[in-house]
């Protein structure tokens, strides 16, 4: 084989898996209750007081499990008119619930999604997921993004 047709495959094989299937690095998972996500300029508004993160919710309610991510430039650019599909194993059950968030558009200075099972979704701060997975698929249901946890992979 010659050398230009290697640098190419090595640079195929690199940009398909930049564009597909790229898995995010870090996912952190905390129950918050309402009062731990009410900042103070929402007292003088009345308006919720999002700062540097974004929050997609399964209902209006605040309290509940959150799904928390950065948001790089990469995904930043990945989430344009997309959906987020989250599926959780919860403990002492075994089937999977699947939850769709639509993303609102992401302004600028935004740098985390929260991604948050509220309100009968997520009633108690006891209930804890034994399993999980994110995936970001366009409308096609093509796999832009992907990330899981440890035992999602296990039978």
């Known amino acids: 084989m010659s050398k230009q047709f290697v640098l190419l495959l090595c640079l195929s094989l690199f940009y398909s ?13 905390r129950y918050f209750n309402a009062n731990e996500l009410t900042r103070i300029p929402e007292y003088f508004s009345g308006k919720e007081y999002t700062g540097k993160m974004v929050y997609c919710r399964t209902n209006q309610e605040r309290e509940g499990l959150y799904f928390s991510f950065s948001l790089n430039q ?3 650019k990945l989430l344009t008119e997309k959906n987020i599909i989250l599926s959780v194993i919860r403990n002492g059950r075994t089937e999977i619930e699947r939850f769709t968030f639509s993303l609102p558009v992401i302004e600028e200075g935004k ?3 929260f991604l948050g099972l ?3 979704d997520w009633a108690s701060n006891k209930v804890k997921p034994i399993a999980w997975k994110i995936e970001l698929k366009n409308s096609n249901e093509d796999l832009f993004l992907l990330k899981k946890s440890f035992l999602w992979s296990h039978d």
């Open 17 to 29: 898996s930049v564009l597909f299937g790229k898995e995010l690095t870090r996912v952190s998972l």
């Open 74 to 76: 990469y995904f930043r």
């Open 111 to 113: 740098n985390e999604i």
């Open 118 to 120: 509220t309100g009968k």
